[in-house]
């Protein structure tokens, strides 16, 4: 079992340019999530997806858009990227959806620099 | 609105000692809160998780305590080990308007040798 993977580990972008962050996981999870985290601000959610087929915008979704390409894979796509994006991303994912007993699972980030 | 605060933002411990880190949140309707280490330059490991209706959880050297009337839980580290070193983040899931999991901004824990 990988858990859960992201792709790429690191990225540097150009103002303007677009990219998509890859994620997978191989545990048959329902719901997975985009946070990213920032210095001293802890993680925000940006968007999730509680199923396969579905997708919803979190705390901060401007400037990105969302998969849920199967069950197992979920992309973030910057279509323009900002200086302002420039953050650690990562990607999670639970068993279900609204269960008390629901650990979230954690890929490893993507280190994102936008000049 | 919910926010989750962690006190102190860092802390350095000499080993071996007994330590608390203490979250606190504003918004006692939560499905649960679980604790999360996160070394430097990696992802977040899940540490313990309470349910809504527990009071604590224990693993190893680990206790966490969930106390919601009153917006707060604490990690509790017997006896630290330099390994303990890491950055300690505590997050909420709360059960009202809709879903997202609020973070706090972590305790940054080193433990000298």
């Known amino acids: 079992n990988a858990g859960v993977t992201q792709t790429p580990k690191f990225q540097v972008l150009k103002t303007g340019q677009s990219m998509t962050l890859q994620c997978a996981q191989d545990?048959?999870?329902?719901?997975m999530y985009w946070y990213r985290q920032d210095p001293g601000m802890g993680l925000r959610l940006i968007y999730y997806s509680a199923s396969e087929g579905t997708t919803d915008k979190g705390e901060v979704p401007n400037g990105y858009n969302v998969s849920r390409l199967n069950k197992r894979e979920f992309s973030l796509r910057l279509e323009s990227a900002a200086p302002s994006q420039t953050s650690v991303y990562f990607c999670?994912?639970?068993?279900?959806?609204?269960?008390?007993?629901?650990?979230?699972?954690f890929g490893p980030g993507t280190r994102l620099t936008v000049l | 609105k919910q926010e989750v605060t962690q006190i102190p933002a860092a802390l350095s411990v000499p080993e071996g000692e007994n330590l608390v880190l203490n979250c606190s949140f504003t918004d006692s309707a939560i499905y649960n809160l679980q604790w999360f280490r996160q070394d430097p330059g990696k992802g977040l490991t899940s540490l313990l998780l309470?349910?809504?209706?527990?009071r604590e959880q224990t693993s190893g050297r680990l206790n966490a305590s969930l106390d919601k009337s009153s917006g707060r839980s604490t990690l509790y580290i017997a006896a630290s080990q330099p390994g303990d070193s890491a950055t300690y983040l505590c997050a909420v899931r709360p059960n009202t308007g809709g879903f997202k999991t609020i973070f706090g901004a972590g305790t940054r824990l080193f433990v000298k040798a």
């Open positions: 309470i349910q809504s209706s527990q």
């Open positions: 999670a994912s639970t068993r279900g959806w609204g269960l008390e007993t629901d650990t979230q699972y």
């Open positions: 545990m048959n999870h329902n719901s």
